[in-house]
């Protein structure tokens, strides 16, 4: 079964508040979150719709990243990726969850070696991007099990057996390349969608 492969272009107007965007990497990192998982998911990240002082919306990813912690960017610079619509409700409870989260500590490696053997955290409060993007879900009313927090790949799984079932490729937006719009495309991938 193949996975509907769309430009950014032309699958943006349906994303809403809430979809889960799932992410692949072959940077070493990446690659290690991918084994560990067994997953073909490194990051993931949640979409928002965000209008300040009446500008028209703009699309942002919100994610926790190693490093830079809790933060948003354009999802436009996000590059090509993965689209899991969830329909969720984005109420009140995610706002007061998200909005004290941006700019806090990012996780470090070493906190994430410390969860694959099961030790505790070496500080309180850190989200990893499955914990982060699990716990906006959660709070918007879509139900997860206590296993799909643990990464990427589980998260995404979850989603996709517990909510609408779609997925999509969505390709990265056109870049500027010496003053010409160039695609970045990638060929459509096999479905990710569980057994």
Known sequence: MSTPSLCYKDLRPHVRSGDLIAFE???FSGRMVRV???SRYAHVGIAMWL???GARPRLFLLEARSGHGVGMRLMSSAGACWYIPTRINWNADVNRFVWPQLGTTGYDWMSVWRRIFFLPPRRDGVYYCSEF????LLRGGFKLPDEALVDPGE???AVLRNGPGQIFWMDAPPRKVEGQAKAITRSPRQSAIPP
């Open 25 to 27: 990497s072959h940077t």
């Open 36 to 38: 560990w998982s067994s």
């Open 51 to 53: 209008s300040a002082g």
């Open 133 to 136: 993007a699990g716990e906006i």
């Open 155 to 157: 998260l995404v799984y």
